[in-house]
């Protein structure tokens, strides 16, 4: 009886609804949207879109020829035995230097820190990041929608995750001892926004910049001029 009751509630809400609208139309167009929504939030909680076969495989790659090989990277033997680099340096394994990760929302990226330098605040648009610290400390961040930060000193052997899309850095404040981090991403092509550059080395023009940080464009081309490529 309770359900009853409840559809002819349904039926009559809907058809005071249509009545008002005065037109099926709007009352269809109502639920397109509705289903549409629906669908989008679906997206928007997915990682990469999945795949319909086992792996993809690049145009210019024959299958009868495909074997290990395109499911292997050798990319980050350089480090082994390697002496630590002069400038902060990213090693990525993405779609791009690995194309069988194509399709299957992982890839990784290993970050070396020489004594006191950063990697500055970035976004990754595509995908959250897990980072494992296995050398050294480490002063990370993370900025939310409401600028409100969340920082930690992590240790050796401690692991940090920065949500998908929220600005972030890692600091390698002590002045002595490299670090050295290894972080996955859910996605084969997590993309990065760097803060900086996407600022100040993006050729928006110095007044719109100056009047977005209420400074003068004297202070925006010396910013600028810090980014730019040394000749
Ligand atoms: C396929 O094309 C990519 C990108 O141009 C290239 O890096 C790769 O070596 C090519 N693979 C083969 C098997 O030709
Ligand atoms: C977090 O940031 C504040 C302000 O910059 C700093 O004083 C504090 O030491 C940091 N905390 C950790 C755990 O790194
Ligand atoms: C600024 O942009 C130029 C051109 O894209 C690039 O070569 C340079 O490395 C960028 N600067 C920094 C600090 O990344």
């Not at 002819?8 to 609804?17: D, K």
């Not at 690995?98 to 970050?111: D, K, T």
Request: aromatic share 10%; glycine share 6%; net charge negative.
């Amino acid at each position: 009886m309770g359900n009853r009751y409840e559809s002819a509630e349904v039926t009559n809400i809907l058809n005071t609804f249509k009545d008002t609208m005065a037109s099926r139309a709007f009352v269809h167009e109502f639920f397109v949207v509705l289903v549409a929504s629906f669908a989008i939030v679906q997206m928007a909680i997915a990682g990469d879109p999945d795949i319909t076969s086992d792996f993809l495989v690049p145009a210019n790659v024959s299958l009868p020829q495909l074997d290990g090989d395109f499911f292997t990277f050798t990319g980050m033997r350089v480090l082994v035995g390697s002496d630590p680099p002069p400038t902060f340096s990213v090693l990525k394994a993405s779609l791009v230097e690995f194309p069988a990760l194509n399709g299957q929302s992982v890839s990784y990226a290993v970050l070396q820190y020489p004594a006191g330098t950063v990697n500055p605040p970035h976004t990754h648009p595509r995908a959250a990041e897990l980072l494992f610290l296995i050398e050294g400390t480490l002063q990370v961040g993370i900025i939310d929608t409401t600028n409100k930060l969340f920082n930690q000193t992590l240790q050796t052997g401690d692991l940090f995750v920065f949500p998908k899309g929220l600005v972030h850095f890692q600091y390698n404040a002590d002045g002595q001892k490299p670090a050295l981090a290894i972080s996955a991403f859910g996605s084969a092509n997590a993309g990065t926004v760097s803060v900086p550059n996407n600022v100040f080395n993006s050729s928006i023009e110095d007044n719109i910049l100056a009047k977005s940080f209420k400074t003068d464009i004297n202070t925006i081309e010396h910013i600028k001029s810090g980014l730019a490529p040394k000749p």
